[in-house]
């Protein structure tokens, strides 16, 4: 038995053949065309037949997995369509007289590399959908199948990395698990597989190979371990676990449809913590009171561009509607520090957590800001959307905030566009100065969030994104709680009420000390939901 050891990134047991999934080995061969203009039509053709496949492919993830996996394959389609891509291809095929074949192979390179070697981590991502959309012009000249076959066994899916292409097409039905050797939590498949509910390992390095290509395989999504060739003992104790696994989630999967109510009868809300569209049908699943926090910058992270109005409007209506009256609490855009995005061309900050993000990086690009407002007050007339800014650390701030609001008001007003004007509006409390000024800014908007990692963060004086620091970052700290109950009490000293979405939200450890100070919300990721309904019913206050 060999153990492999990587992350998981999506927790459950899996037992089963592994299938490897090696990208294509190409051998590109170089040849001499006598008419120039015909191969470049030959390639014209194959280009049509690519933008086509691009398109259906688009359609199937946005039946199967969602607007926000969906987005990707409109970045395809726009990188098959950029100029000069497309020039590259066609002055190579007619300057030296080459097949196309070769023309594509020598500028998937060259464009690769670029992306490659640009300092911003969201460019040189795109240098995998380069690749990628070459690949796909080279099957269609090659007159190559493109759908992958995983044949009649469901398998543990395993590969260097899955590209965004490959993740969709695969028959979900024959999927158990995922195993690869690259990529990272955020990473194509990890984002699959939390959406589809199955175990998965990622970073796994180099010694997963194609050599263990139908060998028997456990994935144990837990403690992001593989086992090649497990022994019986190992096989015995997992399929032990697999059967607690299951017996622990039958058990409750009673808990759904019950009042989130104590002993002796405290009640509470709780809610899911979700990052797009398609993790709607995980909080249906879980049953949740309502959505906590939507984080809206995964519309901005997944796009080649500023994502307009109509794109925003859609994603948040569809949020209203399918939450079906349930209160959905939508932060505004939470960029900067950790999560970097191209096109805002921000400047280099040499310490980013505490630079330009959240609602600072929002009041400075209003026309950003009053773009995202227009569209989720727009969506606020279709079910119980509401808002809070991120990041707060001063009053004027959220009053700079409100007055846009109220613009945007305005003008929507003007246009004669429906939206509701009662739509709730709060604020993150992430920042000690947030903390200690919580009675002034309850006193401004309607409720209170509080998120745990940056307050933890920011009051311990520790980077929570430094795993060597783990002992140091501690959300039970007394300094952390006493601000907790300090929030909690200037919210309802002022008329509003409270949640908590960070981590601590989720910590069954605390989950009596947040209620005993009198939290009114607990928001979580959607598996946790039933787990901490379960802890609330067998607590008592009294």
């Known amino acids: 038995m060999e153990i492999i050891r990587g992350k998981g990134v999506c927790g459950g047991i899996a037992i089963g053949r592994l299938r490897f999934f090696e990208q294509r080995h190409r051998n590109i061969t170089q040849w001499n065309v006598a008419d120039e203009a015909a191969e470049c039509g030959r390639f014209a053709e194959a280009h049509g037949r690519a933008i086509g496949q691009v398109a259906l492919l688009q359609e199937r993830a946005l039946r199967e997995v969602g607007e926000k996996e969906a987005a ?40 690769a590399r670029m992306f490659s070697e640009m300092d911003d981590p969201y460019m040189q991502g795109r240098a995998a959908d380069v690749r990628d959309i070459s690949d796909r012009l080279l099957d269609c000249l090659e007159g190559r199948e493109t759908d992958l076959i995983l044949g009649h066994e469901p398998v543990v899916v395993a590969a260097k990395d899955l590209t965004p292409s490959e993740t969709i097409q695969l028959d979900k039905s024959r999927v158990l698990a995922f195993a690869t050797c690259g990529g990272s939590g955020n990473s194509h498949t990890a984002i699959l597989a939390r959406t589809m509910g199955l175990p998965a390992v990622v970073g796994v390095g180099d010694v997963l190979t ?22 019986d003992a190992t096989v015995a104790a997992m399929r032990k676990r697999q059967d ?16 989130n109510r104590t002993l002796d009868g405290k009640e509470i809300l709780v809610y899911a913590n979700i990052g797009s569209v398609s993790e709607l049908e995980l909080v249906k699943r879980y049953d949740a009171g309502g959505i906590g926090l939507f984080r809206s910058e995964f519309l901005f992270l997944d796009s080649a561009d500023f994502p307009g ?31 970097r995005i191209g096109y805002f061309n921000l400047d280099h900050e040499e310490n980013p ?29 279709f079910g119980n959307i509401a808002v809070m800014f991120p990041m707060v650390a001063s009053l004027w701030e959220v009053r700079e905030a409100m007055g846009l609001v109220k613009s945007v008001q ?34 401004e908007v309607d409720f209170l969030s509080i998120g745990t990692n940056d307050l933890t963060q920011y009051t311990l004086a520790v980077d929570r994104q ?30 509003a ?20 100070m009198g939290v009114d919300e607990l928001s979580v990721s959607p598996p946790k939901v039933l787990e901490l309904r379960k802890t609330i019913c067998e607590l008592s206050l009294a």
């Open 309 to 339: 109005e109509e794109v925003q409007f859609a994603a948040y209506r569809k949020v209203a509607k399918e939450m079906g009256g349930k209160r959905s609490i939508i932060r505004t855009l939470d960029i900067g520090a950790d999560k």
């Open 244 to 259: 607690e696994e299951k017996a622990r989630q039958a058990m409750l999967d009673r808990y759904k449809g019950k009042p």
């Open 72 to 111: 990707v394959f409109e970045i395809h389609r726009m990188m098959l369509e950029d100029e000069d891509y497309l020039d590259s291809i066609r002055n190579i095929i007619m300057t030296q007289s080459v097949n196309a074949e070769y023309a594509v192979s020598l500028t998937r390179e060259e464009f």
């Open 353 to 381: 957590a505490l630079g330009l993000r959240g609602l600072r990086l929002c009041l400075e690009r209003s026309d950003v800001f009053k773009t995202q407002l227009r569209a989720l007050l727009r969506a606020s007339a």
């Open 466 to 495: 430094n795993s060597s620091l783990d002992r140091y970052c501690d959300p039970h700290h007394d300094a952390v709680l006493r601000l907790v109950e300090l929030i909690v009490n200037n919210a309802h000293n002022n008329e």
């Open 210 to 231: 194609e050599a263990m290509d139908a060998k028997m395989v456990i994935v144990d999504g837990f403690s992001g371990a593989v086992y090649v060739e497990p022994d």
């Open 410 to 443: 305005d003008e929507l007003r003007h246009e004669g566009r429906d939206f509701n004007g009662d739509m709730e509006i709060g604020v993150m409390i992430e920042t000690p100065a947030a903390a200690i000024i919580s009675d002034q800014l309850a006193r």
């Open 497 to 516: 009420w409270v949640g908590v979405c960070g981590e601590l939200a989720g910590d069954l450890d605390v989950t009596k000390t947040l209620l005993r």
